[in-house]
């Protein structure tokens, strides 16, 4: 099966912060400088951040940086959001 990886940035945050669920771009991770911007202006918010990586991306499981099949990557970022609330 697929083993997908989730970063959770959570500095300076309680148990009641808000939490952004966040996926990133085409060939990005979570450690990405894009995706790292959303995380720091989120954490000066005292908001948690939640980053699915997709299929191939960042320590998720996959051929590296190939999107084979959208709807499965939806699926995915669904099952993450649905997981999440």
């Known amino acids: 099966g697929t083993l ?3 970063e959770l940035f959570d500095a300076n ?3 009641d912060s ?3 669920l966040l996926t990133h771009g085409v060939c990005e991770s ?3 400088l894009g995706v ?3 995380v720091t202006e989120a954490k000066n918010r005292s908001v ?3 980053v699915l990586e997709l299929e191939g991306h960042g320590y998720s499981s996959g051929r590296k940086c190939v999107c084979g099949d959208f709807d499965r990557l939806l699926d ?3 099952e993450f959001v649905q ?3």
């Open 4 to 6: 997908l990886n989730i």
């Open 76 to 78: 995915h970022f669904l």
């Open 83 to 85: 997981h999440a609330i």
């Open 13 to 15: 945050t309680s148990e």
């Open 18 to 20: 808000p939490i952004l």
């Open 48 to 50: 948690k951040v939640a």
């Open 30 to 32: 979570a450690e990405t």
């Open 36 to 38: 790292q911007a959303i």
